[in-house]
DNA sequence: AATTCAATTTGTAGCGCTACAATATTCTGC
DNA sequence: GCAGAATATTGTAGCGCTACAAATTGAATT
């Protein structure tokens, strides 16, 4: 900073001043400090700024997994919004909880400015790490319950709709595929949902099957397999995932079976798979864009001195029907 | 830092050692140290800790979409590589090169121990700025002149092997989909080695139709039209993905062509729909997940003062041979 | 008991930047 | 031409940590 304020004549405050307050400065002069500091390769340490000021314009967030497609648009969503807020963004992967601490323990490190987690089961130590240190912290996927914001939707409303959906459509014999072992409540609240759903309607509930949420596609023949022996007649199945309704195609074009006349099949997220394959995938579309957005802006009003009084957003859900069902 | 230093009756120099340099601190003390620490949510602050030794245990990553499950692999081996040795990944996400110029950016203001991105391809002002920060880069994906040190793989190797294997395995009327516009060399490179190898076995070359990188599976029935109106006998095709390449077989199924019987598909990344699809994809497999482990080692050795002779390592890929050929 | 040496602990200074208050400069209106 | 306001610029101190050198402690040896 020093060298590019020698090189244009003002004193470092002014070259501060050209960057974080750029409506302080003198255009003539905020122009000639910026050409400057570009041409000596200037760019200022975010590390020294965080120190001085207490403050930090980027934001973390940890995701899952990108091994699917299901958090593009949620993290296009959070880029797109803070890119226009003058913030960064930057991502850390965690596939366990114990990874997911870990990242946690990394951006408090960073000292940023706040912290999107998807869903809401956490490690302790990381809730006490993030209560202790009071950074805002945005769970996303999930809309209730927030451990400080949220932004989500209801997966037992979307369960809900997906069922009725297939009820109104005629089929009766319908199976549910779940995750087993320690999952997300944004899956765990699906199951019984669908239970009572179908129980509702006087229809019998006991077409269920778990699988491991690791597997992808394969899940698909794994799941059919399982509820066929529960129901050789099953006539419809709801999957946790387009990736697992995709598996359960590819099965039933192996099995020469026909969807939707031999088995309809739904799916979960909407991802471009959906659409593509044929016969298209019946899917609950989450408005991930938007959840991203809402996160980040929830962050951003946090970080200004806005405490919001409503601290759960809920952005909703729509279901596409396609020909799978 | 001070108030955990009062907490365990230790001078906070003590505290700064038991976190960056456990082993010059007594074990006891260490301990005790830790302890008080995580009962007080004492993380150490990384702004400052790099302030104070111009060393950062941060690297980034620049990766250009996770859209598609072609980075998870090469992420996956980041990310473990990092966490064995102590360091820490952040990734950036960027769809174009100037969102890759802001993502570097954003990294250099971060004062990153390293940066690892994607391709060869970069804005001249991200050549520039890298150039005079002199942070470590290493470009993934590519194998040949790199602009610091580079880990890849030849695609151009790949792309022959492929054609080989089609020639090989009878086939010689066989297409070839690129994607137009300014792309990566990882794929411009493909299509004069396609040109060269389908040549050189005597065949004809002049099946080739670009498409746009932005469509993921819809690409697969553009591309399948668009060659056959070159070739209605068209008898293979060489996809620049998996997606591209189910999306192909997606469209075959519409068209209720078999594959391979009247056209054989081959894909490249070998991606989870390759082995999941019916029939499988013949795919190039790339050694992602070692991509990743070679582009971090290659950073923290330079970064621990090794500086290496051999900048480019070349990770190699391999063929995987399935029922779509 | 004195000396040596290694292991452990501790002050001090300063990293590069920004908050804040103070100062310098330019612009109004009369 | 001048007071007063508005705009633009600048010192100073300190953010939380670590490099480095110096100091302390304890055990082993003479």
Redesign the interface.
């Known amino acids: 900073m020093q060298s590019v304020a020698v090189a244009a004549g003002v004193s470092p405050m002014t070259v501060s001043n050209s960057f974080r307050y750029p409506q302080r400065v003198h255009e003539e002069t905020r122009e000639r400090v910026l050409q400057i500091a570009?041409e000596?390769?200037y760019?200022?340490?975010?590390?020294?700024g965080?120190?001085a000021s207490g403050q930090s314009r980027?934001i973390?967030a940890v995701i899952p997994?990108?091994?699917?497609?299901s958090?593009?648009n949620y993290?296009r969503g959070m880029?797109e919004h803070v890119?226009d807020n003058g913030y960064?963004?930057?991502?850390?992967?965690a596939d366990s909880l114990e990874q997911e601490a870990?990242a946690i323990?990394?951006l408090?490190?960073?000292?940023v400015a706040g912290i999107a987690l998807v869903g809401d089961e956490h490690e302790d130590?990381a809730r006490?790490?993030l209560?202790?240190?009071g950074v805002p912290v945005v769970e996303a996927w999930v809309h209730r319950n927030p451990f400080d914001m949220a932004v989500g939707y209801s997966t037992i409303d979307a369960t809900r709709a997906i069922v009725e959906l297939l009820i109104v459509q005629g089929y009766t014999r319908i199976g549910f595929v779940g995750y087993e072992g320690d999952v997300s409540h944004r899956f765990t609240e699906r199951l019984p949902a669908f239970i009572q759903c179908v129980e509702q309607a006087g229809l019998s509930s006991h077409r269920i099957f778990l699988i491991d949420q690791a597997h992808?596609?394969?899940a698909?023949p794994k799941a059919l397999e399982g509820l066929c022996s529960i129901d050789p007649e099953l006539d419809a199945i709801i999957c946790p995932t387009d990736i697992v309704a995709?598996?359960v195609l590819?099965e039933c074009?192996?099995r020469g079976w026909k969807v939707p006349e031999r088995l309809a099949v739904a799916g979960w997220g909407d991802y471009?798979?959906a659409s593509?394959?044929?016969p298209g995938i019946t899917s609950v579309h989450p408005h991930a864009y938007e959840m991203g957005q809402n996160a980040m802006s929830l962050i951003i009003e946090r970080a200004n001195g806005n405490t919001r009084q409503q601290v759960t957003v809920d952005t909703g859900f729509h279901i596409v029907e396609r020909a799978s069902t």
């Open positions: 570009a000596l390769g760019v200022p340490n975010h590390a020294a965080n120190l980027v973390g997994s990108i091994k699917n497609s958090f593009y993290v880029q890119a960064q963004l930057i991502l850390k992967l870990a323990r990394t408090i490190g960073l000292r130590s006490t790490l209560k202790k240190t992808g596609f394969g698909g995709a598996g590819f074009g192996r471009e798979i593509e394959i044929t």
